[in-house]
């Protein structure tokens, strides 16, 4: 189970309006990560790189999904 909830971030920053709104929201989750102990941050860590690689997943999914269509 995930401890962090990546999602949230990551959906209230594309959603964002402004660049101003997505610095404020990348300095939430800086200042959430620098209030937390070592070992959490490195749960952290593992926790994001496992949200991204999943996001990354599913954007090259969408891709080959419309390249595929193009055909």
């Known amino acids: 189970m ?7 971030y990551h959906v209230r920053s594309m959603n964002a ?3 101003e709104e997505k610095a404020r929201i990348n300095q939430e989750l800086k200042e959430v990560y620098a209030s ?11 926790e994001l790189q496992t949200f991204l690689i999943k996001e990354l997943g599913a954007i090259q ?10 055909v």
Do not use: R, Y
């Open 2 to 8: 995930s401890q962090f909830n990546f999602k949230s």
């Open 17 to 19: 309006s402004t660049e």
């Open 61 to 70: 999914s969408m891709v080959q999904a419309a390249k595929d269509e193009e």
């Open 36 to 46: 937390l102990s070592s070992e959490e941050q490195a749960i952290f860590n593992a």
